[in-house]
């Protein structure tokens, strides 16, 4: 081989090289991430939760395990100190630091709804099925999605997912821009490519003459304007619903598998406390943002239009909240007493004389209602796995909206009748209580603590909100030396004293101390769940708090 045919086989191989390990670094700055998109909707959800996964559940060893022997899987996105750490699912907002009286009201709205100076120009809708509506473009060229109310029940459904949609901002959830908005017939245009899916569930062409006909079926206010919840259109690639089971393999802040996720089986808590029958995979939705700098999944909870007493439809019906769509037990419970039981929701409805409180409120109150048998339209798995200490994290953050707080959110849905928002405020304030009782119960409520030198201080959340009296509770300790996996009784001790002293030579032997506590109230026989305080010797004689882990 020549020369020059040596050199120019050398210098090829050469830049191959060069090219091929440039490349991930080119890849990695330059070309963006690829995401899987996912699909539901309700038919599929319906099949799988109520059909394939509840017919399918007994055969799942490991969950047939737990179910036998009473076991609860852990959380497993739970910090040290057994708190959620803030991350795309969820970040905390009014349970780490009290909101204002303003941001509760405003939730996550970035502006006050569409810009009323000008027309609505409709792209696309659909007027069939549960919710219809549609969607338009302002003049400030911002889109929204309008949903309205059932035909009869003026504010019901719009009110209801204005108000649900900024609980669930300050408790942490991500959800879009809800807000109420009002406008005149002759604000709409129509956009010359708008096509719209009928109640023959075809695409079709939308024009005025039909426009004018479906606003036939929307409810008009007394001076003759149209009230709507207009939801802000999030900016991003959206990829479908977010799965309450697995996770996604493609994205690197989605680690944990969304039914061991505590604020995926918290729904099932917060769903109670806002009568949300409808939380299910398909009123989620998962979209690719920008956040610092990078791209990267945001996941949401949509869709609030049935909560507290409302439906897109009308008022709630009164069983919801007390049987799945499809509710196995329930129907062997009618089959074997003939029919002859009267259910809890059944007595209820009687004794609220199968009436609604009012079109704008819906059926919507504390009859009969127990903060541990709420149900959700579909059994999802994640909401079975539901452990006391879920529970406890989740009463803990609804026990900090006061009066006041509950009172402002309302205030967000706009009703016009001021016996609506007194209605709601009172239902809403007792259900947090039912609910603070229950989970405080079946958790060790021990909270808030802090080390002062040897000394360890708490909070007990249930002498704190009125439920105990102060001075009427005995705290039990069992301090246990750790030395690796190894643990030594140091000493059992108690008190009815919110704190406990370590002794130095404890500190000084081992280190890492654990502090067992239990809590005994009055009348009670012996104490109930615990909580474990870890604490680690520093040199020098210090002590840090290590960890927290209330008994699940």
Not at 247 to 268: C, F, G, K
Not at 295 to 317: C, K, Q, V, W
Request: glycine content about 8%; hydrophobic content about 35%.
């Amino acid at each position: 081989m020549s020369t020059p045919k040596r050199l120019s086989k050398v210098l090829t191989i050469v830049f191959l090289a060069l090219t091929s390990a440039a490349a991930p670094l080119f890849s990695e700055t330059s070309a963006p991430p690829r995401y899987d998109k996912s699909e539901s909707s309700n038919y599929r959800d319906i099949f799988d939760q109520a059909v394939y996964y509840e017919g399918l559940q007994y055969f799942h060893l490991e969950r047939l395990y737990r179910d036998l022997f009473g076991k609860k899987k852990r959380a497993l996105d739970v910090n040290v100190y057994d708190e959620v750490p803030d991350s795309t699912f969820f970040t905390n907002r009014h349970g780490r630091e009290r909101m204002s009286a303003a941001a509760l009201k405003q939730g996550p709205a970035v502006t006050s709804g569409p810009d009323a100076s000008g027309p609505w120009s409709i792209y696309k809708g659909k007027f069939a099925g549960v919710s219809s509506g549609f969607f338009i473009k302002d003049g400030r060229g911002e889109k929204y999605l309008l949903k309205f109310d059932p035909l009869d029940y003026v504010e019901l459904a719009t009110g209801a997912e204005v108000v649900t949609s900024r609980f669930y901002h300050a408790l942490g959830y991500n959800v879009p821009q809800y807000t109420i908005t009002r406008f005149r017939k002759d604000q709409l245009t129509v956009a010359p490519d708008a096509r719209i899916y009928d109640d023959t569930g075809f695409r079709k062409k939308l024009t005025p003459e039909k426009l004018e006909g479906y606003l036939l079926f929307i409810p008009e206010m007394p001076d003759g304007q149209y009230q709507a919840s207009a939801s802000k259109i999030l900016d991003g690639e959206v990829l479908g619903p977010m799965e309450f089971q697995g996770r996604r393999t493609d994205d690197s802040d989605d680690p944990v598998n969304h039914q061991d996720r505590r604020e995926i089986r918290a729904l099932q808590v917060f769903g109670y406390w806002l009568n949300g029958t409808d939380i299910r995979e398909s009123n989620s939705l998962d979209v690719v943002e920008m956040i610092d700098g990078q791209p990267r999944i945001r996941h949401y909870l949509i869709d609030f239009n049935s909560g507290l007493g409302a439906t897109p439809l009308g008022p709630m019906p009164s069983h919801f909240g007390h049987e799945h769509i499809i509710d196995y037990g329930e129907i062997l419970k009618g089959f074997l007493t003939f029919g002859l039981w009267k259910k809890p929701w059944q007595k209820r409805w009687d004794e609220a004389g199968r009436e609604i409180q009012s079109p704008t409120v819906g059926y919507f109150d504390n009859r009969y209602s127990k903060a541990n048998r709420f149900k959700t339209q579909l059994p999802y798995y994640p909401f079975k796995d539901l452990t006391r200490a879920d529970g406890f994290w989740a009463a803990k953050i609804i026990m900090k909206f006061t009066d006041e707080d509950i009172r402002e959110v309302v205030s967000a849905g706009e009703y016009t009748d001021s016996k609506t928002p007194e209605h709601l405020t009172q239902v809403l304030t007792e259900r947090r209580d039912l609910i603070g009782r229950y989970w405080f119960k079946q958790a060790n409520p021990l909270d808030a603590f802090e080390l002062h030198g040897n000394e360890i201080r708490f909070e007990d959340l249930a002498v704190r909100h009125g439920f105990e009296s102060e001075g009427s509770s005995t705290y039990h300790f069992k301090v246990i030396g750790k030395k690796g996996r190894k643990g030594v009784i140091l000493a059992q001790d108690q008190t009815q004293e919110k704190a406990f002293t370590l002794q130095s030579e404890w500190l000084n032997q081992f280190p890492a101390i654990h502090l067992l506590i239990r809590t005994q109230r009055s009348g009670e026989e012996k104490p109930g769940p615990w909580v474990r305080v870890e604490i680690e010797s520093e040199a020098g004689g210090g002590a840090r708090l290590a960890g927290i882990l209330h008994q699940d």
